[in-house]
Nanobody
Framework: QVQLVESGGGLVQAGGSLRLSCAASGGGFAITTMAWYRQAPTKQRELVAVVSGVGSTNYASSVKGRFAISRDNAKNTVYLQMNSLKLEDTAVYYC???????????????WGQGTQVTVSL
């Protein structure tokens, strides 16, 4: 079982920056892809950014050039640096990790509990 714990959300003015962190814990697994999703009120959850096990990244067009995803494999931690924040970035941000259970070889996906990011004028 993998537990994901997010931190770093909060209230920020438009144009400001925030850095989200998500640490994975638990034994008997190997993390592969890690990602950040977000869900704004009345909207569906959407992919923000993803990073593979070897560091390849991909971003939603709405955040490209402003957000940067990175990971520390030694710490099983993924980060999301968010710059030039806009009102429309306001949402609950969720960490996601795909993992292989080492004893069974089966894949599973895990979610964090979410962290609120609010961008104000």
């Amino acid at each position: 079982q993998v537990q994901l714990v997010e931190s770093g959300g909060g209230l920020v003015q438009a144009g400001g920056s925030l850095r989200l962190s998500c640490a994975a814990s638990g034994g008997g697994f190997a993390i592969t892809t890690m990602a950040w999703y977000r869900q704004a009120p009345t909207k569906q959850r959407e992919l923000v950014a993803v990073v593979s096990g070897v560091g390849s990244t991909n971003y939603a067009s709405s955040v490209k050039g402003r957000f940067a995803i990175s990971r520390d494999n030694a710490k099983n931690t993924v980060y999301l640096q968010m710059n030039s924040l806009k009102l429309e970035d306001t949402a609950v941000y969720y960490c996601n990790a795909d993992a292989i259970e080492t004893d069974t070889g089966s894949y599973a996906t895990y979610w964090g509990q979410g962290t609120q990011v609010t961008v104000s004028l």
